[in-house]
């Protein structure tokens, strides 16, 4: 589907508004004298970056809505992505003049969400889109789980109650456990093989490798910054590493879980390197690498405008591209193209009639 093809640009376009607006204009503010000009420079990027995201995200998401109803996927998915998204749409534009309600900020977060685990659960009957399709469901069931801690939160508070707070608490942990988990699926989806035999049930593609360059590439760099982040709290802290530490900061999640702080950072990081590595190195269909990039951005703000219309753009690109006949036999051919003539059977031995036929 030709508007499949712009979602990887769109994605890049997240990634920087995220980066940029989101992570380093904040963490640069104070962090040394004489870098003003350089953090007012970063904030009008990010600034940038996230209106020409919004633009595209508004048009992507009404003509990815069109696409979905003209399509074979079924029909409560087309209800639901004619709703949750319109809603999304016109919650980012109302967003545009003034602050988003609360409520308004908690319905455009479960209503992605809920998009999201019916595009996943769609997805999920074809092989080669398995892991995407999980990582997709698992942001989503994360949005619902932690949008349910902050309400307890907002209860705990009014009321004073303990026992709510600590509620809370839990579900806030087992947010946290599904985002992390999600981002892990991620990070094994940048390992998928590139090859698609067939959809069918009965002969599914292989699997995708728990381990490989890409997933390991993403894991150490993960790592490095995270002891950068941690280095950061330090009193002798470096420049860097304190402006890792705020950053990352930046994308940790509310209520906060009972984790080691070392793991929130390092889930953190870890999204953040799969987002950039997804869009260098996507699976073989391009759309999937930026429905992966939208809906790692998404993860930890779901019930931000400009969040929620990622998850939704993510979860609609995922139920087309599960529909997309003509991108997968394009990635079987690319697959088929690709192979060596050295793993031919007999590529490479002498022609004992000397090429002659007859």
Aim: proline share 6%; net charge positive; aromatic share 4%.
């Amino acid at each position: 589907m030709p508007v499949l093809a712009l979602i990887r640009p769109l994605a890049v376009l997240a990634l920087l508004a995220m980066v940029l607006g989101r992570m380093l204009a904040p963490a640069m503010v104070g962090l040394a004298v004489g870098i003003e000009r350089t953090a007012h420079a970063v904030e009008l990027a990010g600034a940038g970056a996230s209106q020409l995201f919004a633009i595209g995200a508004i048009v992507m998401a009404m003509a990815l809505i069109s696409a979905v109803v003209r399509s074979r996927v079924p029909y409560a998915l087309r209800i639901a992505a004619i709703v949750a998204g319109s809603f999304v749409i016109l919650v980012v534009l109302h967003a545009t003049v003034q602050r988003v309600p609360d409520l308004s900020a908690a319905l455009i977060g479960v209503s992605a969400a809920i998009l999201a685990l019916g595009s996943a659960w769609e997805a999920l009957r074809v092989p080669f889109m398995r892991p995407v399709a999980a990582a997709l469901g698992l942001v989503g069931a994360s949005a619902l789980v932690r949008l349910t801690g902050v309400l307890l939160a907002v209860w705990a508070n009014e009321r004073g109650s303990k026992a709510l707070a600590g509620a809370t608490s839990s579900v806030a942990t087992a947010a946290f456990a599904l985002d992390a988990l999600a981002v892990l699926t991620a990070t094994v989806a940048l390992g998928a093989r590139r090859d698609a035999r067939s959809r069918d049930a009965e002969q599914p593609g292989p699997g995708p490798r728990l381990v490989s360059p890409l997933s390991l590439a993403a894991l150490a760099s993960a790592l490095l910054a995270t002891r950068a982040a941690l280095g950061g709290a330090a009193e002798d802290a470096s420049m860097v590493e304190t402006l890792f530490r705020r950053a990352l900061d930046r994308l940790l999640t509310r209520p906060a879980p009972v984790v080691p702080l070392s793991m929130q950072l390092f889930a953190a990081a870890l999204s953040v390197v799969v987002i950039a590595l997804a869009l260098i190195a996507p699976p073989r269909l391009p759309a999937l690498g930026g429905a992966l990039a939208l809906l790692l951005v998404a993860r930890s703000a779901p019930e931000v405008p400009l969040g929620a219309l990622s998850l939704v753009i993510a979860a609609l690109c995922v139920a087309l591209a599960s529909r997309d006949e003509r991108g997968f036999w394009a990635a079987v051919l690319a697959t088929e193209r690709e192979r060596a003539p050295s793993a031919l059977p007999g590529a490479g031995k002498p022609d004992p009639t000397g090429g002659a036929s007859g």
